[in-house]
């Protein structure tokens, strides 16, 4: 299947400030990618669709200018935590769609101490 | 919005036994996933179902859609340790465009087999 990269793999930072989330897709374009985030013993929720070229699309509830999406190349989407705090440490996953399937990245997970 | 329920939320079997995990929506499925995910981990896809009646297989584990195609299932044949983890059935949106490849996920069945 094609495949979706993620960097960092884990990261730890102070209260209020910002990390940003790196998904690529490494053998194929994705024009759209999608940001998950997962809480212990949680399912996926979906938190915006990137988009390249353009806006991203947040779902109901997400924060736009908290969590902000650029989407600059057709293989490279950045989600960036701004003044991230406790709450925030989740882990994040990003998609995208490829022929054959959905095919997700390894995930990031933040700790926000 | 769509709603996918899985069950059962978590499943405990022995090695070399069979099991199913099911899943059902809430509406009619445009095309359903079957991802495998170790905690703390990416998520590994697993099989992707979008014709009613549908039935795929890889090594040892079937997935099938119902005709209907608001309920999908997926049957382990003789399990193994290497089994162990969370499936999530994913539901893709019925739209084309920027939703293309959009998903929205069941709870997840923890599923974990003794040797």
């Known amino acids: 299947g094609a495949v979706v990269s993620q960097h960092p793999s884990w990261v730890i930072c102070k209260s209020g400030t910002s990390v940003k989330i790196e998904c690529r897709s490494l053998d194929f374009q994705a024009t759209t990618m999608f940001w998950y985030r997962q809480f212990p013993k949680q399912s996926l929720m979906l938190m915006a669709t990137?988009?390249?070229?353009?806006?991203?699309?947040?779902e109901q509830g997400v924060e736009k200018d908290k969590f902000l999406i650029n989407h600059a190349s057709l293989t490279l989407s950045t989600l960036t935590v701004t003044s991230a705090h406790p709450e925030d440490s989740s882990f994040y996953i990003c998609?995208?769609?490829?022929?054959?399937?959905?095919?997700f990245g390894p995930g990031t997970r933040l700790t926000v101490l | 919005s769509q709603e996918l329920e899985q069950s059962p939320q978590s499943l405990i079997v022995q090695e070399g036994k069979n099991l199913t995990i099911n899943c059902t929506s809430s509406k009619t499925l445009y095309g359903l996933y079957w991802y495998k995910q170790k905690y703390g981990e990416g998520l590994i896809f697993l099989m992707m179902?979008?014709?009613?009646?549908e039935e795929k297989s890889h090594e040892k584990i079937t997935a099938k859609l119902d005709e209907k195609k608001q309920q999908s299932s997926l049957h382990i044949t003789a399990s193994q340790p290497s089994h162990a983890g969370i499936y999530l059935c994913g539901a893709a949106a019925n739209a084309g465009g920027t939703s293309y490849g959009k998903l929205t996920f069941g709870q997840g069945t923890i599923l974990t087999v003794h040797p």
């Open positions: 179902l979008q014709k009613g009646g």
């Open positions: 990137s988009n390249e070229g353009s806006k991203a699309t947040y």
């Open positions: 998609s995208a769609r490829a022929s054959g399937g959905t095919f």
